[in-house]
Every structure is written in structure tokens, then in C-alpha cells.
């Protein structure tokens, strides 16, 4: 018999058998190269009248989360408290994700990436928001949360504001903490030097708020110090509809919340910033409304849930702020 029609029968009586389907690929590789794992460019989401895009600024992938989270464990419970959540005790990913707010009236960006020159694999901003159809010279307002490199990296590349037409709103401790000389050296220095290239020279376009502040109408400051010293957090509100924009309160999803009294190492003031964890947690717990955070798991949106002892838990969104 001919060779190919043998192999026909052979397949249609494995059909007739119920077997699994044959491919009849004729190489040993696949028609699309391996290429990676990878998040979504952007998520767009609504909260009452508002439309809220996230952008995904990039992921990265570092090793030894007990040297970030939880530095006042046992390194043993930091990888215990990991695994116990089905994750790895040796590695993270890391995302980055600004946030706009479009009111209807005004677009406001919060933070702006790690910009060109920042971290590897992230720095994506500007090309996010192109995929998502959102023109830099529509932004109306850029909220700085914080001064940290990864959220005002993007703010400039090269001189030139990634929003030309915005005017800039940030807590009025932020600013003077960052922008004094005395900040220079030490361990500092590497910011501050970014803080005089990128936030600096919008001086004169900038808003300065203290607590309950207000960015534009329906959007407002509640002080969150700690992380850095004048860390400021966002109280966003439409139509009795709302959302916090907790920019670097509680950055991970599982270690921060179900153990928000551990020291993570990049908050300035580690008890400052345990008490202000605990205190927003508890706001949004009890009020049972959605906030999004900036290291979380892109699109880092979701709820908290109160967990066990002092701690909570992140309950990710799902359609609720489809509809
Ligand atoms: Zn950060």
C-alpha cells in the first residue's frame, strides 16, 4: 500500500477510536517563536463617571523578596509567608503602573515611570498610552505621588516633558524634602539628582497640597507619609463612586498586606509608614471600596479584605469596575 495512504487510514481509525486529534505538522517547531511571558499594554476601568486607564510602565523580575519585604523577619518567614500564598520564596515580579484619570473635563496622569533611562524592561509609558489612544499633550494634570526614580523617571526624556500642556500637583512636604541641596549626598543623592532634572524645573507650573487638597474636582490628597516623607495618596470620587490611588502605601500584594506591620526596605520611615498602611487598609476594608497600587500585580486594582490578626487580604477585581 501507498505509504501516505497508509498513514490516512491509520489516522482515521485512530479518529474512529476516539483517540486524541493528530496534528499533521510536518516540523518539529512551532509556527510562532517562544517569546516570553507578558501583560497587557494598558487596562481601562471606570469609577462612576470617571474613566480610569492603567498602564503597564513594565515588569521586572528580582530575586530575594526577604530583602525588600518584611527586613525585620526571619528571612525563613518572609519565604514561608510566600509560599504558603503559591508563590516562590526566591524571586518577584515587580510592575510599575501609572494610573490616568479622565473626569470627562480633564485628563490627570498619577506618576510617570521609570522613563527611558530607567530600570530594564520598563520605561513603557509613553508607548502605552499611544496603544491606548491617549495623546501626552491632552493631559491636562500630572500628580506626582513621590519623588522615587520609577515615578518621575518618565516625567522628562532628554528635557522634555512627556505632558507639555500640564501643570503639575504634589505634596507640599514631598517637594521641599526633594528639592533642598542638603538631599544631594548619601543615599539620596541618586534621586534628588533626578528630582532636579525632571521635577524641579516644572516649579512654576506647580500646585503644592497638603491633606485633602485637591487635584480637580472629584480628586484629592490624604496625606500618607512614611514611604518618603511627604508620600501623598489619592482620593478619587464620582457620582458616590470611589477609588484610592495609594501610589506606594502597601506595595506587595500578599506581604504587605497580610503582614502590614513588617518593615519593608524602601520606606524612609518604617514605622511612619506601617502606621499609615494600617490606617488605609482599615479605611478601605471598612468602606469596602477599590484602590489601586502602583508595585502590585498589573492592572494592581482591587479590594481588601480583612485578613487574619492585624492582617489583610487582596481580593484582585474582576468586572466590578466594568460596569
Ligand atoms: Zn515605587
Not at 470617571?50 to 498602564?55: D, G, L, R, Y
Not at 500628580?143 to 522615587?148: A, E, G, L, Q, S
Request: glycine share 10%.
Amino acid at each position: 500500500m501507498h505509504p501516505l495512504i497508509d498513514r490516512r487510514s491509520m489516522l482515521l481509525s485512530a479518529a474512529a477510536l476516539g483517540a486524541a486529534a493528530f496534528t499533521t505538522s510536518r516540523s518539529a517547531e512551532a509556527a510562532a517563536p517562544i517569546t516570553g511571558p507578558t501583560g497587557s499594554p494598558y487596562t481601562r476601568y471606570k469609577v462612576g463617571e470617571f474613566e480610569i486607564t492603567a498602564f503597564n510602565d513594565g515588569t521586572r523580575v528580582t530575586g530575594n523578596p526577604e530583602k525588600i519585604f518584611g527586613v525585620n523577619q526571619k528571612p525563613e518567614d518572609v519565604g514561608t509567608a510566600a509560599e504558603a500564598n503559591f508563590l516562590p520564596k526566591d524571586r518577584m515580579v515587580n510592575s510599575f503602573t501609572p494610573v490616568l484619570v479622565n473626569t470627562g473635563k480633564e485628563l490627570v496622569l498619577f506618576d510617570s515611570g521609570n522613563g527611558a533611562n530607567g530600570r530594564p524592561a520598563t520605561g513603557q509609558l509613553a508607548a502605552q498610552m499611544k496603544a491606548a489612544g491617549v495623546a501626552a499633550e491632552d493631559i491636562d494634570v500630572v500628580v506626582i505621588t513621590h519623588c522615587h526614580p520609577d515615578h518621575i523617571g518618565g516625567l522628562m526624556d532628554n528635557g522634555a516633558p512627556l505632558a507639555p500642556k500640564a501643570r503639575y500637583v504634589i505634596g507640599e512636604a514631598e517637594y521641599a524634602f526633594w528639592s533642598s541641596p542638603d538631599r544631594a549626598n548619601g543615599p539620596t543623592a541618586n534621586a534628588a539628582k533626578i528630582v532636579q532634572a525632571n521635577v524641579v524645573p516644572n516649579k512654576d507650573k506647580m500646585t503644592f497640597v497638603k491633606n485633602e487638597g485637591e487635584v480637580v474636582s472629584g480628586i484629592r490628597a490624604i496625606e500618607a507619609f512614611g514611604h518618603t516623607p511627604g508620600h501623598m495618596a489619592w482620593h478619587v470620587e464620582s457620582q458616590g463612586k470611589r477609588i484610592l490611588i495609594g501610589a506606594d502605601f502597601c506595595n506587595h500584594y500578599v506581604l504587605s498586606m497580610q503582614h502590614p506591620k513588617w518593615h519593608v526596605s524602601f520606606d524612609a520611615d518604617k514605622d511612619g509608614a506601617v502606621a499609615t498602611r494600617l490606617k488605609l487598609l482599615d479605611m478601605l476594608s471598612a468602606d469596602r471600596i477599590p484602590f489601586t497600587s502602583y508595585h502590585m500585580p498589573f492592572p494592581a486594582v482591587g479590594f481588601v479584605e480583612k485578613g487574619a490578626g492585624d492582617g489583610y487580604r487582596f481580593v484582585p477585581a474582576s468586572y466590578q469596575l466594568m460596569l
